[in-house]
């Protein structure tokens, strides 16, 4: 079984940046697809970015793209999301999340296996 924790949310001012890990424990996940979810409150989860095993592939949603990045170091069995020029609009809890069944990147939240608790971003204006 694998575990996953997210951190590094909080509150940012708008234009602000974050840095969120998602660090796993129980198996190694190095050859898992990972990706980052969002709920804002009365919304659905919906996909931020997802990477491959080996991080050299990555797929983000259109609202992120340019300002996301996400990475992941395998000897650490961590995941990161880098988000920059961040807006009210980011505002979500954030999860992370990971697959055994598929080694390329995801989008769909019916893809992944395993979830974090999530961690809370808040952007202020």
């Known amino acids: 079984q694998v575990q996953l924790v997210e951190s590094g949310g909080g509150l940012v001012q708008a234009g602000g940046s974050l840095r969120l890990s998602c660090a796993a424990s129980?198996?190694?996940?190095?050859?898992?697809?990972m990706g980052w979810f969002r709920q804002a409150p009365g919304k659905e989860r919906d996909f931020v970015a997802s990477?491959?095993?080996?991080?050299?592939?990555?797929s983000y949603t259109d609202s992120v793209l340019g300002r996301f990045t996400i990475s992941r170091d395998n000897d650490k069995n961590t995941m990161y999301l880098q988000m920059n020029s961040l807006t009210p609009e980011d505002t979500a809890v954030y999860y992370c999340?990971?697959?055994?069944?598929?080694?390329?990147?995801?989008?769909?939240?019916?893809?992944?296996?395993?979830w974090g608790q999530g961690t809370q971003v808040t952007v202020s204006s």
């Open positions: 999340a990971g697959t055994s069944r598929f080694i390329n990147v995801q989008s769909s939240r019916y893809a992944y296996d395993y």
């Open positions: 129980g198996r190694t996940t190095s050859n898992y697809a």
């Open positions: 990477i491959g095993w080996s991080g050299r592939t990555a």
